[in-house]
């Protein structure tokens, strides 16, 4: 009987395949592979993309945030906990692979009837029973194993997801201390403009004074001076929010948010060109195109397990045990009662729903594939909107800097007319005004390149050393 059992376990692990279709890694349109259509000399390189992205504007205050939101941001804390349990699911499917086991005892007192018993016996009393059961199941059609690898596919994308969370909850916190700093550098110019603006203020009030200009003039230079006034709340209100957000990204209050995070004044800046790579090293670097291919991986392994349902389920058991009048005769070496053999279960009379099953899979899977190419697709696409939106920054920011130092020119010159006596209000208004734009502008432009580098560094989907 051994040897038999024995030779039939060696037949039937011999005999054992995985159905279902294996999966293949899918494929990219070739033209995904190459370098962006939209990059610009000076502003970005080819070179790879820097895994710490963030160390480029060698600030160790933001170095120092982004390192407290990895560690204890909420989201990243949900995605954390999903790994955990992705890990605790695939130890539950590796769970099969090992024999089952069941261990049963049980006692109950009672009377039989006098046909049960011989003659004089005693008919009342205990009756205990104990016994173990062990079965083995013969993955012999890749049941188990296919169900081990959608598992480790859940896992794995569990883990991409964790990434992904981690790339957007970095980008958003250097974008939180950019926002403040580049407020705080707007709050500055705005309070420069209204400090300007209340010269020619006093100016034109001697002036009208004297008789060189009219009321009117004073009334429109400090009507002027009193809107960019009004714009210094607004931009304080919208620093205040950018730290009340960056307290929440670093798992803080805002009562809890280190004054250090509110210390700079000047908006974040590159001094060197920003390395975003190719198309090729971009999908292999993104956390949502790794979780879609992981998850049509598994997908794909789920076909197998449904269609292992088609096919007979061998499962090898033993049991042995004893029943007794008592706990002493349990255990004093009376006769065991024990059971050895394979167990072949087969519904294949009725294979319908099986079936729908398999078609149910095979759909799912043909919606991970699309899901995937649609992930491949976009991200493509966010990047070169990154990178073109960067780039016009950049060209409009040159031309804003260009306008606001002939501005600057334009308002000195002014100035000086009009303390001559050479020019009417209006004309130093209109260059007062040109010239508050200009400046306003400038530093708008400043804030929002600061933002298109942030958002680039996202959809390039930088990784990070794990030190």
């Not at 963030?54 to 982004?66: I, S």
């Not at 203020?201 to 009208?208: F, H, I, N, Q, S």
């Not at 957000?245 to 004054?259: V, Y």
């Not at 734009?437 to 930088?462: K, S």
Request: proline residues 4%.
């Amino acid at each position: 009987m051994r040897n038999f059992l024995i030779a039939t376990v060696s037949a039937l692990t011999l005999a054992a395949c995985a159905v279902g279709p294996d999966f293949a890694t899918p494929s990219s349109p070739v033209t995904a592979s190459g370098p962006f259509l939209s990059t610009k000399a000076g502003a970005t390189t080819t070179a790879p993309a820097d895994a710490n992205w963030w160390r480029l504007y060698d600030d160790p205050v933001l170095d120092g945030l982004v390192a407290d939101a990895l560690a204890a941001n909420t989201d990243v804390r949900v995605a954390v906990a999903r790994i955990a349990k992705a890990r605790a699911a695939l130890r539950e499917v590796r769970g099969d692979r090992l024999p089952s086991t069941n261990l049963s005892a049980g006692a109950n007192y009672g009377r039989v009837s006098e046909g049960q018993v011989p003659a004089g016996a005693d008919r009342e009393g205990w009756q205990v029973d104990a016994g173990l059961t062990v079965g083995y199941e013969v993955d012999l059609f890749g049941r188990i194993g296919r169900g081990v690898e959608a598992a480790r596919g859940d896992l794995a994308a569990a883990e991409a997801d964790a990434d992904a969370v981690r790339v957007t909850i970095v980008a958003e916190t250097a974008r939180a201390y950019a926002d403040a700093a580049s407020s705080a550098e707007r709050l500055a110019v705005a309070e420069k403009i209204v400090s300007l603006l209340d010269q020619s203020v006093k100016l034109t009030a001697r002036r009208a004074e004297v008789g060189l200009t009219t009321r009117l003039d004073t009334a429109r230079v400090a009507a002027l001076r009193n809107q960019r006034a009004a714009d210094i709340p607004a931009i304080a209100a919208e620093r205040d929010a950018a730290l009340f957000r960056l307290a929440t990204l670093t798992g803080r209050t805002p009562a809890d948010l280190p004054p250090v995070a509110a210390a700079r004044t000047t908006t974040l800046r590159l001094d060197q060109p920003i390395p975003v790579g190719d198309g090729a090293a971009l999908l292999a670097r993104r956390p949502d195109v790794a979780a879609a291919e992981r998850r049509l991986a598994a997908a794909t392994a789920r076909i197998g397990v449904a269609t292992a349902d088609l096919y007979p389920k061998v499962t090898l058991g033993a049991s042995v045990g004893q029943t007794s009048s008592g706990l002493g005769d349990l255990f004093g070496g009376g006769p065991l009662r024990w059971l050895l053999g394979p167990l072949i279960s087969w519904n294949f009379l009725n294979q319908e729903a099986t079936r729908a099953r398999i078609e149910g899979a095979e759909a799912d899977t043909q919606a991970a594939l699309a899901t995937f190419d649609g992930t491949v697709l976009r991200a493509l696409e966010e990047t070169e909107t990154a990178l073109s939106g960067y780039a016009h920054m950049l060209d409009r920011r040159t031309a804003l800097q260009s306008a606001r130092n002939e501005a600057e020119v334009a308002v000195r010159i002014t100035r000086a007319q009009q303390r001559e006596g050479a020019i009417d209000g209006l004309a130093a208004l209109d260059a007062e005004r040109t010239f508050a734009e200009a400046e306003g502008a400038l530093a708008l432009a400043d804030a929002r390149i600061a933002d298109a580098q942030v958002d680039l560094f996202r959809a390039l989907g930088g990784r990070w050393d794990a030190s």
